[in-house]
C-alpha cells in the first residue's frame, strides 16, 4: 500500500512539469502495488490543477482514470478531519492543510510510503518519500 499525492499525478500529465521524466518512472513503479491510496482532497488539487493548466477535458479525463483503476481507492478524510486539523497547527508553516490531511489518512490506515515532489514530507519522521 502507498499513498500517491498530487504533485506526481500532476507532473505525470504535464510534459512541461520540472518533474515529467521522473513521474512516469514513478508511476511505472508504484504499479506493482495491489492498493494505491489517494484522498479526495489529493483529488481535488490534481484535477483543479490540471484544468487550469491543461483544461477541462485532461481533468476529467485523469479524474475518470483515478476513480477507474482497479488499484487505485480515493478515501474520504471524514472523521480524521480533528485529526488533520491538529497537524496542520503543529506543521502548518511548512505543510499545506492538504497535506496535513494526507498524513492523517496515512497514520489512520498505517501507509509509510509517499511518492510526492512535495519535499516538505521528508521533515515527517514516520513517513518514508519516494521522489525518484
Known amino acids: 500500500m502507498i499513498f500517491l499525492d ?17 513521474a512516469i518512472k514513478i508511476i511505472k513503479k508504484i504499479m506493482e502495488y495491489d492498493r494505491i491510496i489517494v484522498s479526495e482532497y489529493v483529488f481535488a488539487e490534481v484535477v483543479t490543477v490540471l484544468s487550469l ?8 479525463d485523469v479524474g ?10 480515493i478515501l474520504k478524510l471524514g472523521n480524521l478531519f ?5 497537524i496542520f497547527i503543529e506543521k502548518g508553516k511548512y505543510l499545506s492543510f492538504v497535506d496535513c490531511s494526507s ?11 509517499i511518492v510526492t515532489f512535495d519535499k516538505d ?3 515527517i519522521k514516520d513517513i518514508v518519500v519516494i521522489d525518484e
Open 6 to 22: 498530487s504533485s506526481v499525478v500532476i507532473a505525470y500529465k504535464i510534459r512541461g512539469d520540472i518533474n515529467h521524466a521522473k
Open 53 to 60: 493548466k491543461e483544461g477541462l477535458k485532461v481533468a476529467v
Open 64 to 73: 475518470e482514470g483515478l476513480r477507474n483503476a482497479k488499484e487505485v481507492e
Open 82 to 86: 480533528e485529526q488533520a486539523w491538529e
Open 103 to 113: 498524513i492523517a489518512i496515512m497514520r489512520n490506515i498505517g501507509i509509510k510510503k
Open 121 to 123: 514530507f521528508k521533515d
